[in-house]
């Protein structure tokens, strides 16, 4: 049978309501945390960029002279010598244009030796008196001209045998095929891009730098060592010799493009390497543990310990770099102040923490003697 709530006592009735309400939280648990002294020492600093090896001379090869592409001699990666045929057009135009230039010089030949013959027979008309002086004057201007339209068709024949052997893309110097642009069956224009060959000889490495770092690199080039190369896959460091900045951004990625000398460096077109710019030795530098600094509210932070209390709460920091697996902190922190530096994104403002200590390592009991006999 139910139980009327008219019978319960009052002070049952206080307990039951008491019940039914809702629970106080449960304290946050006192976690262990490790920490650091902040200490300022005297560093050197260190900046990395992704470099690429590149040729010191990279050509454009294209013909002088439009038409239909028919063959390329040539692929990706192939080793060209000097005066090696690259590519071929169809060349038959040409050709029939160097035929009708060569009877040009026919036909202008023929003119100039028929207007010297007449020359020679009006010099001994004249002598005998027979024509005037004039008359002679003007069969010696007709021969002079035969004798200038000669030499025209002659140089006309001349470039037109030129235009014939355009038709041959040949290398310049020894190199190494990086690009190919055209295809065979494809009409070019003259002058358009062919094949891209890197010419042998010195190898830049290239990186590219932000503004208001093209300071730090120059400054480094002048000072011995200071400017090195880590190919990839080596941990070994070589040094560099700055050879060319650009004078203007890029214009998408608004970086300056710098180029430095490999040197003597046994490298290969396209390699990765790593260019390493040492900043010079700055005091008072404050490093962090990676694993110290988080994100908060949209800025850099770290969890600064209160010995007294023993309660953390956060404090923004300012980033300088990095350095290894430990962060510059350019500021926002003063040496003697004691820093989280392992379970950082467990923590809330004002919790209490206390000191990690590590376990001591258990000794294994040494075996028991044996028993004597």
């Given at each position: 049978?139910?139980?009327?709530?008219?019978?319960?006592?009052?002070?049952?009735?206080?307990?039951?309501?008491?019940?039914?309400g809702k629970?106080?939280?449960?304290p946050?648990?006192?976690?262990?945390?490790?920490?650091?002294?902040?200490s300022?020492?005297?560093?050197?600093?260190?900046?990395?960029?992704?470099a690429?090896?590149r040729p010191?001379?990279?050509?454009?090869?294209?013909?002088?002279?439009?038409?239909?592409?028919?063959?390329?001699?040539?692929?990706?990666?192939?080793t060209?010598?000097?005066?090696?045929?690259?590519?071929?057009?169809?060349?038959q135009?040409?050709?029939l244009?160097?035929?009708?230039?060569q009877?040009?010089?026919?036909?202008?030949?023929?003119?100039?030796?028929?207007?010297?013959a007449?020359?020679k027979?009006?010099?001994?008309l004249?002598?005998?008196?027979?024509?005037?002086?004039?008359?002679?004057?003007?069969?010696?201007?007709?021969?002079?001209?035969?004798q200038?339209?000669?030499?025209?068709a002659k140089?006309?024949?001349?470039?037109?045998?030129?235009?014939?052997?355009?038709?041959q893309?040949?290398?310049?110097?020894?190199g190494?095929?990086?690009?190919?642009?055209?295809?065979?069956?494809?009409?070019?224009?003259?002058?358009?891009?062919?094949?891209?060959?890197?010419?042998?000889?010195?190898?830049?490495?290239?990186f590219?730098?932000?503004?208001?770092?093209?300071?730090?690199v120059?400054?480094?080039?002048?000072?011995?060592?200071?400017?090195k190369?880590?190919l990839?896959?080596s941990?070994?460091?070589?040094p560099?010799?700055?050879?060319?900045?650009?004078?203007?951004?890029?214009?998408?990625?608004?970086?300056?493009?710098i180029?430095?000398?490999?040197?003597?460096?046994?490298?290969?077109?396209g390699?990765?390497?790593?260019v390493?710019?040492?900043?010079?030795?700055q005091?008072?530098?404050?490093?962090l543990?990676?694993?110290?600094?988080?994100?908060?509210?949209?800025?850099?932070?770290?969890?600064?310990?209160?010995?007294?209390?023993?309660?953390?709460?956060?404090?923004?920091?300012?980033?300088?770099?990095?350095?290894?697996?430990?962060?510059?902190?350019?500021?926002?922190?003063?040496?003697?102040?004691?820093?989280?530096?392992?379970?950082?994104?467990?923590?809330?403002?004002?919790?209490?923490?206390?000191?990690?200590?590590?376990?001591?390592?258990?000794v294994?009991?040494?075996?028991?003697?044996?028993?004597?006999?």
């Amino acid at each position: 049978m139910p139980i009327s709530l008219r019978v319960v006592p009052p002070m049952l009735l206080a307990l039951l309501l008491s019940a039914c309400g809702k629970q106080p939280a449960a304290p946050e648990p006192e976690r262990a945390v490790r920490t650091q002294l902040v200490s300022a020492s005297a560093a050197t600093r260190a900046q990395e960029y992704a470099a690429e090896v590149r040729p010191r001379v990279e050509a454009r090869l294209s013909f002088r002279v439009s038409g239909k592409l028919l063959s390329r001699e040539v692929d990706l990666g192939s080793t060209v010598k000097p005066g090696q045929v690259l590519a071929r057009i169809d060349a038959q135009d040409l050709m029939l244009a160097q035929t009708a230039a060569q009877a040009s010089v026919a036909a202008a030949r023929t003119n100039r030796d028929q207007a010297g013959a007449d020359y020679k027979r009006f010099v001994d008309l004249q002598r005998q008196g027979f024509i005037s002086a004039a008359e002679l004057e003007r069969r010696d201007s007709a021969f002079k001209a035969a004798q200038a339209q000669l030499e025209q068709a002659k140089a006309q024949a001349d470039v037109q045998v030129n235009q014939a052997a355009y038709a041959q893309l040949r290398a310049d110097a020894a190199g190494v095929v990086t690009g190919v642009d055209a295809e065979p069956g494809q009409v070019l224009a003259a002058g358009t891009p062919v094949l891209r060959v890197a010419l042998d000889g010195p190898r830049d490495i290239v990186f590219a730098v932000q503004e208001d770092q093209i300071a730090a690199v120059r400054a480094a080039a002048a000072r011995p060592g200071a400017l090195k190369v880590r190919l990839w896959g080596s941990e070994q460091l070589w040094p560099l010799s700055l050879r060319e900045v650009a004078a203007a951004a890029d214009p998408v990625t608004r970086t300056f493009l710098i180029k430095a000398d490999a040197g003597k460096l046994d490298v290969r077109l396209g390699q990765t390497a790593t260019v390493v710019v040492d900043l010079p030795q700055q005091a008072g530098i404050i490093k962090l543990p990676l694993a110290a600094v988080l994100e908060q509210g949209g800025k850099t932070s770290v969890w600064v310990l209160d010995g007294t209390s023993m309660t953390v709460k956060p404090q923004p920091v300012q980033v300088g770099g990095a350095d290894g697996n430990e962060v510059v902190v350019a500021g926002g922190l003063k040496p003697g102040q004691e820093v989280v530096i392992a379970g950082v994104h467990v923590l809330n403002p004002g919790q209490k923490v206390k000191r990690y200590v590590p376990p001591r390592e258990s000794v294994a009991p040494s075996a028991a003697p044996a028993a004597s006999r």
